[in-house]
């Protein structure tokens, strides 16, 4: 038991901290997307001359909050789950029911990060987004990340790549709290102790 607790002990440290790093960021990501379809709604519906870049912004911002979010619910137990069957039938079994349903899912996950990384560098990667532009162009920022200078300004496009990052890194966490779910059950079944990643009431309300 104390080897399994000792292979817990990583991962559930890896997710403790950096998954509170990804909430902070979710909740910029939220603040910054709201913000883009304000000034979009302002502009094409007060002033009827809507900008080219808040739409696309926003679906920037959308992909990132839910990269960092999705890790986050996964490992509280948010996402949409039938567990009639787990709960009536014997802890024992429900556990290794659970276990075996863990265990597919990492190999799930496994093919997802393989997909996010092949978007990240594929074909598809070394297009540009149409709207967004960072600055940097000529001092080697934007070549350094892989971003299309526009003439000789000082702007670069934000490649698509940047947007499928935040798939890939999804998924990523999304296996490492996949691999402590799978510790976690199995020390449960075992007969060990686990502390509960259930949100308190406070927590839940909050989020």
Known sequence: MAFLHGLLWPFQTWNDYVLRIGRAISLVAIALMVLAILIQVFFRYALNNALPWPDEAARFMMLWMTGFMAPLAYRQGGFVAIDMLIEALPKAIGSALSLCLLIISGFVLVMAVQIGWGEVTGFSGKFATSSLFVPGNGSGFCEALGAKGVGSGPWCRVPRSWMMLSFFLGMSFMLIVNIEM????????????VRDLTPSDAEALVE
């Open 182 to 193: 799978v510790l976690r059950t199995l020390i449960t079944l075992l007969g060990g102790e």
